[in-house]
Every structure is written in structure tokens, then in C-alpha cells.
């Protein structure tokens, strides 16, 4: 009950009354979850000593003691302990020297690790948008999200934490740079651009250095243009004075800086597993040749297990996501395929033709649904019978390599997630490119939750 703890100067005699006014707060409203980095413990030592400063007698000095249990936010058990130092009244302050555990140790039958959070490295859940993310936009499909972006079992109280993500506009970046042209009046004439630079989002501050011993009112002033990310163009807009021909002054460009986005996840959606058979078709309307994948969630994935992954019903093993829930018109990529048709194999909009991407290795790409069985039958990698979620995409030509595949065979992994976000106040989009294989997706922004992943006290 808060972890308040109370001491009576006296035990409380047989018929005493007490009366305790315990105010609860409101979960939400009145309580934050901190996860709090630990100090003491288990495994630790803890000495008592004395003070002389508090009129303490040396005899008070004990020899350490172990922690076996941390039993409040300020006090612990310890082993069983019959040394010198030992006092009755236990309100009296004491120092207390504590020392780090160093080595593994077997406490009470169990063995008890060195590590400590404070010395585990932060993991932070990342994806990568697989569509380019328009301004305004709030609905993003990454190459995945769930289990890792919002484990259930990561906190058993509240896991609203989990929701709260960082946009980063993960373009190369690179400074421009340019020289000052001095004229014979000892002003500045013009700038001429060395290097343009790459990935500026807005135009870079131009800053030329003040003329050799003389203040920033003699200075001269400049603004530069952009385009495509480019800096293509500085313009005088000051000329200053008395700078000399033999040593013009510096011109500073900064890169731009890395662009960041804080958002709120409503709802995380998505799936993962392996391709366990491919065939060709036609769709009736869609006038490019379309392939069909098997899709299958491996019986040792946590997506089964609803002790782990959110928005499931049920409880433990293969009682979460069995199937994947793709539908008509979502986005997923396929990687680590093993069919080689070449590079330049390129998926298409079942709906308008236009080139979802470009692939660069076997068939790893970026798909789009263009129709979807959620009970089709057959045998699977893994499995045997059993259902699977059979998906329909669209692509540019058929390879021969793509025709005459087994059933129940390994072809590649697929991936896909959703992230619906709240209202987005920004003007600014995030381009994804999809022309150059799953390479173009892994290099361009990047979607990162904001609180790293606990290293410890999962609910299971």
C-alpha cells in the first residue's frame, strides 16, 4: 500500500485502537509508472559502521553482511549475522558502507548474476517505413512492429508507454561549403559554391567570417537557395567592408540537422513468418500477372502466444496470432528469399499498374494485397496440413523460376505493420525508397519507440 512502513516506539498493547487514513490515488490522473534503475541488490554487502562525529563508540563497527531481499524502497534483508556491532536500537543513524557485487553467487539455492541494469546496454524497438509517409499522414506501414514494439507482458500495471515513438528522417547528410570573392573595394562580390552539400530539408544559415580586426557591424551578410535537398545558390545581401583579397574570410554552412518527429501510436497491427509456397494467376480487372504466397506464422513464434503479444484473446502458447491478418490493399515485404529471377523484379499496384518497388535480390520487395483467402488449406513449411492465409500481389512480368514450386517449402520470410498514428501537426513527409530492393527501405527513416525495452520483471 505505497510502501510505507510504520515503527512503534513501544508494542502496541492488547485492545489498542488504530486508526490509518490511506488516500488512493487514481491510477492515470494521480500515479506515473517509473521504471527505477536499481541501487542495492541482491548480492550486494552492506557494512554498518560508526560515527565519531555522532558520538559513536568504535565498537558499534560491524563486518559486512549479505542481501538476500529487497524488501521496501529503503530497507532490506540480509543474511543472518552474529558479529560484533550489533545494537539494540535500531533508530539510531548509522553509516553504512555498500559494495557492489562482483561474482556470481548461489543465494538461498538460487544463483544470483553479477549484472546489473545500470551496465545493460538500451535496446529500442526500430522499424522502417515501407511506403513513403505523405504530410498528414497517420496511417504507416513499417517492415514490422509487433511482438517487440508492444510486448504485453513487458508491464503487467499499464504498457502506455509503449505508444510513444520518435519519427526520424534518416536521409545522408552532408555540409555545404563555399569561398568568399573578394572585390578590389575590399567588399564581398559573390560566394562560390564548392560543394552543395545533401539533405537539407530548409536553406542552411550562411555565416562570413568578420574582416581581420574589425567588429561584426563591418560584416558581410548572405542567404542561400535549396533545391532537392541541394544547396544550389548563395546571394550578398551585405557586402561589408575592408576584407582583403589575400585572405578572404571563412564561409560557414552547417548540415542541416537530423529531423525529428514525436507521435502517439493509437494502435499497432501486423505480422511475421515465412513463405511456404508460391504460384502465378491472373486476377479478373488486374491486367498485370499476379503471384500467390503462403503465408505461415511458425509454431515457435511469440505472435502465438497471447501472454506475450497484444490484441489477442486467450492465454499461452498458440492461443494469439495464428494467422496472418493481411488484407486488400496493405503493404509487406518478403526477405531472405531463396527464388533467383534476377535483379530489377518489380511488384505493382494491383489497383493503378503503377511500381510498388523494385526488388535487387531473388524476390525480397516490397507487395501490395491485391486479394487475400484467409482458410485455404494445404501443406506447410513446419506443419503439415493446416491453413494458411494465401495473399495475391501484382508484378511486372512472371520469371520461369517462379513457375512449377513445391508446396511446403522454404521460399522467404515476410513482415509487414501498422501504425496508426494520432493527428500529425507537422508539414513534413518522410520519402521511402523503394526502387532499390530492401535496401533502399533499411536506409531511409527509421521509427524508434521512445522507451527502451526492460531488461528485467516481465509479467511471464
Known amino acids: 500500500m505505497g510502501g510505507s512502513n510504520i515503527t512503534f516506539d513501544e508494542a502496541p498493547k492488547f485492545e489498542d485502537t488504530l486508526k490509518i487514513l490511506f488516500y488512493r490515488g487514481t491510477g492515470g490522473a494521480d500515479v506515473i509508472d517509473r521504471d527505477v534503475i536499481e541501487t542495492v541488490k ?8 560508526y560515527s565519531r562525529s555522532l558520538d559513536q563508540q568504535k565498537w558499534l563497527q560491524e563486518s559486512k553482511r549479505g542481501v538476500l531481499e529487497i524488501t521496501s524502497s529503503n530497507t532490506t534483508d540480509t543474511t543472518t549475522y552474529d558479529g560484533p556491532g ?12 555498500w559494495t557492489k ?8 539455492g538460487k544463483i544470483i548474476t553479477k549484472d546489473r541494469d545500470l551496465y545493460k546496454g538500451n535496446i529500442f524497438p526500430t522499424t522502417n517505413p515501407i511506403q513513403t509517409v505523405g504530410i498528414g499522414s497517420t496511417v504507416i506501414y513499417v517492415a514490422g512492429a509487433r511482438p517487440f514494439f508492444n510486448a504485453k507482458n513487458e508491464n503487467s500495471v499499464s504498457t502506455e508507454f509503449q505508444k510513444n515513438i520518435v519519427i526520424v528522417n534518416n536521409v545522408e547528410r552532408l555540409a555545404a561549403a563555399a569561398t568568399a570573392v573578394v572585390s578590389a573595394a575590399g567588399t564581398i562580390s559573390s560566394v562560390a559554391i564548392s560543394t552543395g552539400g545533401r539533405g537539407y530539408d530548409s536553406a542552411p544559415v550562411v555565416t562570413i567570417g568578420n574582416p581581420v580586426g574589425l567588429g561584426t557591424t563591418a560584416r558581410a551578410e548572405a542567404t542561400a537557395t535549396i533545391s532537392n535537398g541541394v544547396v544550389t545558390g548563395i546571394t550578398v545581401s551585405v557586402a561589408g567592408t575592408e576584407y582583403s583579397q ?9 548540415a542541416d540537422p537530423v529531423l525529428e518527429e514525436n507521435n502517439t501510436v493509437l494502435s499497432y497491427a501486423g505480422d511475421s513468418g515465412v513463405i511456404s509456397g508460391i504460384g502465378s494467376t491472373t486476377i479478373a480487372g ?16 511469440f505472435l502465438r502466444n497471447s501472454d506475450v503479444t497484444q490484441g489477442t484473446t486467450g492465454s499461452g502458447a498458440n492461443s494469439g496470432i495464428v494467422t496472418s491478418g493481411l488484407q486488400v490493399g496493405d503493404y509487406f515485404i518478403v526477405t531472405n528469399s531463396n527464388v533467383n529471377v534476377g535483379t530489377g523484379f518489380s511488384s505493382v499496384d494491383y489497383d493503378t499498374g503503377a511500381v510498388v518497388g523494385v526488388g535487387t535480390t531473388f524476390i525480397d520487395n516490397v507487395y501490395r494485397v491485391a486479394a487475400v483467402n484467409y482458410s485455404h488449406v494445404t501443406d506447410a513449411v513446419g506443419f503439415g496440413q493446416t491453413s494458411v492465409t494465401q495473399v495475391t500481389v501484382g508484378i511486372g512480368t512472371v520469371n520461369p523460376n517462379l513457375v512449377g514450386l513445391a508446396g511446403s517449402e522454404f521460399y522467404g520470410e515476410y513482415s509487414y505493420g501498422i501504425l496508426r498514428l494520432s493527428e500529425r501537426n507537422t508539414i513534413r513527409s518522410y520519402p521511402v525508397n523503394t526502387s532499390n530492393g530492401i535496401s533502399g527501405i533499411l536506409t531511409g ?10 531488461t528485467q520483471s516481465y509479467s511471464t
Request: with cysteine; charged share 25%; aromatic share 8%.
Open 445 to 454: 527513416p527509421i521509427m524508434r519507440r521512445k522507451s527502451f525495452l526492460k
Open 101 to 108: 557485487q562482483t561474482e556470481d553467487k548461489f543465494i538461498e
Open 286 to 301: 488486374v491486367s498485370n500477372p499476379c503471384l500467390i504466397f503462403d503465408l505461415v506464422i511458425p509454431s515457435d513464434s
Open 246 to 254: 589575400s585572405n578572404p574570410p571563412v564561409v560557414l554552412m552547417g
Open 42 to 49: 541482491v548480492g550486494d554487502d552492506l557494512t554498518l559502521g
Open 86 to 97: 550489533v545494537f539494540e536500537d535500531t533508530r539510531i543513524f548509522r553509516p553504512i558502507k
